[in-house]
């Protein structure tokens, strides 16, 4: 009995041990396997890290405005007699534009001045009885009394007379007319619009910890979609003399000479402000930053100790972006050689090729 016993135990053994001899043998071939077909190098585009000058500059936007623009505007009513200035004319201070019908101020300007000129032979004539003693100081000081009125008078219809010859009150460009000859305007009615946009401005706002490094006379640049990437120069001229206290930035005014006229008052401008002398930056491509919640990060490629390129990843601190590069704040030394493309194949210590046909520098 006891060695019936002991052959079942054995041979129970034994059918138990088979299969874990098997799934072991299968394991082995299955990480010699693994170990045979490593993951393979990625292949990827590099550059290498650029060291230029960069001055400080404050983004911001803001709106071209004419330094002189208003709409051209009568105050008085009446039919126009003539228009002496057409759509989109230069103009110079003092230009006649508009003529108003003034034919009953006229009318009335020529009794105005017989009453001048009687009010002025009353007086004289009173004024040399009264130093003869032969007129009262009452009648001289009528005589008086009545030239001035008539002077006066004199000189309201002559006011009246000039706000119907409307003239350009700075020299510029007009806008579109919007009347016509014979047309019955009100007072108030809008003649033209005229812009002097031979020098144009631009208010915009910078946060208040940049208000110790401001001041007028430093450099401003403007881009309108109108021109591209072109650049055009001008300075700060006033800064406001208080913080807005709901935004906590403060205002800027900036001035831009226009003697080509290329730019129009009400244009969309991004701008830049720049505050300091240059200062040498690292510079990597935009496409070569990482972006995740545990912070930015860039690939460098080095070698391992059997030579090989590896992708080793490098947190970093980015600053300023301009068009397609970054500054780097911290984490690269500027001699590095970094992944420029390809990135999202890449994880820590990956092996890398590099694409020699593609390896560029940033331009």
Known sequence: MAKRTVIFLAVLLLLMAGPAFIKYKQIQVAMASMAGNARPAANVEAAEVRHEMWQTRI????????????????????????????????????????????????????????????????????????????????EYDDASS????????LTQVRARIAKKNIRAPFSGVLGIRNISKGQYVSPGTKLFSLQDHSVLYTDFSIPESYFPRTKPGLEVQFRVSAYGDQDFTGEVKAIEAKIDESTRNISVRAELLNEEGLLLPGMYADIDLVLAEPTERLLVPATAIVFSSFGDAVFVVKQDDSGQNIAQRIQVTIGEQRGDVVEILTGLAGDELIVQAGTNKLMNNAPVTINEKRRLKVQ
């Open 59 to 138: 983004s911001a936007v803001g709106t071209l405005t004419a330094r002189d623009g208003i709409d051209v505007k009568d105050e008085v009513g009446g039919v126009i007699e003539t228009i002496d200035a057409e759509s989109g004319q230069h103009v110079k201070q003092g230009d006649l534009l508009v003529s108003i019908n003034d034919d009953v101020e006229q009318a009335d300007l020529v009794a105005l001045q017989a009453q001048e000129t009687l009010a002025q032979a009353n007086f004289d004539r009173t004024r040399r009885m009264w130093e003869k003693k032969t007129a009262s100081q009452r």
């Open 146 to 153: 009545a030239l001035q009125v008539a002077q006066a008078n």
